[in-house]
């Protein structure tokens, strides 16, 4: 039975690597990747999101055990990958290299590419800087880094959380400079107290945005350990925001013709409240023939039902039918 008619719309069982390890690349990092289900299966990268988070285990359980052959990585500077500077010679640029290195050191000819959030956009400039390595695309919840963007994320989602802006905005005291400006400097320059404070305040924003019916259930205060991984990730990401994740200003819209007819589907939620769903509507519109389905009471929360359902359900269809090509 083709995986898409059967009833696998939830996370599949929890699975371990049959192969992990680190990839050296140049400039002082070693890339982490992980490699489960079936070494026989149809080849898929899974590009997380971020910029600065990293794989987690139960983005493994996206995928059909006995059908993909599933390979997961953090990116420089993110999660398990070592480092000796995480933010130097660290862009966009770099992390497309880094997938072309990892195809090649696991012998991978074509894959398929899986991304949210930003590793949906990361997902996109890869398969445009390399259509001839992609069998095809699933992107899901996609960040295209454009000024409108970030001016929605920091200023004008307030519109949907009044109160939880409020709380941020007056966390941050920004005295006219816009917030995106304020986080970015005291995370890159500012103090340690200071860059903590505000990597807090970044994420219960988005964790307000992110999570909309627990938005009053307070963030547990980070162990020494947790606090480290939170200032790294927004570093990491205050480093990316600032240069619009090395993207052009229209955020890759004018280069999305290389992925003409390749098989693209994008999923996004109509309540996203991190990455719009006009950000899908204007990527489905500059790639012909690509899908987009936009999914009633989701968000941008992966793991919400309504949107695990969906995103299982099209990288099965898609895999199917990669599958059926041979």
């Known amino acids: 039975m083709p995986m898409s008619d059967a009833t696998l719309h939830d996370l599949y069982p929890p699975i371990e690597p049959y192969q992990h390890g680190f990839l050296p690349v140049k400039d002082g990092h070693s890339v982490y990747f992980e490699e489960c289900g079936n070494p026989n299966g149809l080849p898929v990268v899974f590009l997380h999101g971020g910029p600065g988070s990293g794989c987690g ?48 050191q696991l012998h991978i000819e074509k894959w398929l590419v899986v991304g949210g959030s930003w590793g949906g956009g990361l997902g996109l400039a890869y398969a445009s800087a390399h259509p001839d390595r992609c069998a095809g695309a699933v992107i899901r919840g996609v960040f295209l880094s454009r000024p409108s963007d970030l001016q929605w994320f920091f200023e004008e989602a307030k519109q949907c959380m009044p109160d939880a802006w409020a709380a941020f905005h007056n966390h941050l005291n920004p005295r006219g400079s816009p917030l995106s400006q304020v986080l970015c400097d005291g995370l890159l320059h500012g103090h340690e107290d200071l860059a903590l404070r505000m990597a807090l305040a970044w994420q219960a924003w988005e964790n307000a945005l992110t999570n909309r019916h627990h ?54 939620g109509r309540l996203d409240w991190i990455c719009r769903p006009e950000a899908a509507w204007a990527a489905h519109q500059a790639i012909e023939g690509s899908r987009l389905q936009l999914i009633d009471n989701a968000g941008h929360n992966p793991f919400e039902a309504p949107m695990t359902a969906s995103l299982v359900g099209e990288i099965n269809t898609m895999v199917d039918q990669l599958r059926a090509k041979g």
Do not use: W
């Not at 993110?78 to 290299?97: D, E």
């Not at 880094?98 to 195809?103: G, S, V, Y």
């Not at 890759?252 to 589907?265: D, E």
């Open 57 to 104: 285990p139960r983005h493994r359980q996206l995928f059909h055990p006995s059908h993909v052959r599933a390979v997961l990585f953090d990116q420089r500077g993110c999660g398990r990958s070592l480092s000796q500077n995480a933010l130097q010679a660290n862009t966009t640029a770099h992390l497309i290299q880094d997938i072309e290195r990892l195809r090649e």
């Open 215 to 268: 938005q009053d259930k307070p963030l547990p205060t980070p162990s020494a350990q947790e606090a480290t991984a939170l200032l790294a990730k927004y570093r990491l990401q205050s480093h990316y925001l600032q240069h619009l994740c090395f993207f052009p200003p229209d955020g890759l819209l004018s280069h999305l013709g290389h992925l003409n007819h390749m098989p693209v589907s994008f999923i996004h």
